[in-house]
């Protein structure tokens, strides 16, 4: 392979398309140069849209929603329900009389669904052995890197509202 | 094997097709052979030529070649086509002025000598020079040609106004110092005009 390619007086395709096998792998400094640019640009471009998206997304609101009336759940009992959307399983316990906890039912490492051991007193999965604490959702053992995401509760009268959710930091 | 160069001395072409035979025992296309041996006027004649590619410094077929698959090596080999690029659309084999390019239909390819570039890479000779019996086809370094044949090898062609050099010599008569071919003149239709 040449170490410095000759000029050409051919036109671009035909430099570019040439009938040599060993120009098929040489890289001039110029399209190294460009690629180095175009990349970078890239890069750069890409971390732009990642910053404005974060930024944006933590406006969102979640709205509120009425899970049950208090009376419905039993002390050590819980009741399923879904929240915000219909495509996010959560769980609410009553560990005692007057508290009343949710959290999302996906565990945090596979999303498999938790959940509540009474005698324990601790959300468990079944499926890695992930434990979770009642009182604050966070990883007591196993393989979850996260806390599960809690629910955000509000007692109005005798009934129940999600709010809104809190997500943990990742340990 | 430096200082080696192939010559091609039609003049002493018996028609054995050794070569022909020899070119398609190759393991990268065998059953086929790369060269041409050509009748050159069967009808008066039984005087035969061999053609192998003659590999041009500025070839032809690859210029041609829509689909930038045939290449020329460092050592001024022309290789037949790569098989992820050709499409076997036979502008190589129409351009190529001394009619080397062989379309492949089955293969959907076009195949070509490459001067055994399995043997010749290693210092080996092609398979046809080693087994021509009348070294009418013969790879030996330029000094042994000078001295054994009375004929001089040249490398210039003319066809038309296209002048073509190449690394494959020809050995021609002692007086001349190219091969001019008006292509015209051997036309069917220059030398039948009153069809």
């Known amino acids: 392979m040449n170490l410095f390619k000759q000029v050409r007086k051919e036109p671009l395709w035909q430099d570019e398309f040439s009938i040599h096998a060993s120009d098929e792998r040489y890289v001039s400094r110029r399209q190294f140069t460009k690629f180095l640019v175009l990349t970078s640009f890239g890069m750069f471009v890409g971390n732009v849209w990642i910053l404005m998206r974060s930024l944006l997304s933590r406006t969102s609101v979640l709205p509120e929603q009425k899970i049950c009336s208090s009376s419905q759940v039993p002390v050590g009992g819980v009741w399923l329900f879904r929240y915000p959307t219909e495509k996010d399983p959560c769980i609410l316990i009553r560990p005692d009389d007057q508290t009343y906890v949710a959290y999302s039912q996906k565990c945090t490492h596979l999303s498999c669904a938790v959940y509540y051991a009474r005698e324990k007193n601790r959300l468990e999965c079944p499926c890695h052995e992930g434990y979770f604490s009642v009182r604050n959702g966070d990883v007591l053992q196993g393989p979850p890197p996260r806390p599960l995401p809690r629910v955000m509760l509000e007692r109005r009268g005798d009934n129940l509202f999600a709010v809104g959710m809190a997500v943990g930091k990742e340990t | ?195």
């Open chain 2, 1 to 195: 094997m430096f200082g080696y160069e192939f010559y091609v001395d039609p003049s002493r072409c018996i028609g054995c097709q050794s070569c022909l035979n020899a070119c398609a025992e190759c393991e990268t296309h065998r059953g086929t052979p790369m060269i041409h041996v050509d009748f050159l006027d069967r009808h008066n004649s039984i005087a035969t030529v061999p053609f192998v590619c003659m590999h041009c410094d500025d070839p032809t077929c690859a210029k041609v070649c829509p689909a930038d698959a045939i290449k020329k090596t460092e050592d001024g080999v022309v290789q037949s086509s790569l098989k992820p690029r050709c499409i076997a659309c036979s502008n190589c084999v129409l351009a190529c002025p001394f009619g080397i390019p062989k379309m492949m239909t089955e293969l959907e390819q076009m195949m070509k000598c490459d001067m055994c570039y399995d043997r010749t890479s290693e210092g080996k000779r092609p398979m046809c020079a080693t087994v021509c019996p009348s070294q009418a086809l013969a790879y030996v370094p330029r000094g042994q040609i000078e001295q054994t044949r009375r004929e001089k090898p040249t490398n210039v062609f003319f066809f038309g106004k296209q002048r073509v050099t190449t690394k494959v010599f020809m050995m021609v008569p002692p007086q001349t110092t190219d091969v001019s071919i008006d292509v015209v003149d051997y036309m069917w239709e220059t030398n039948h005009e009153s069809v």
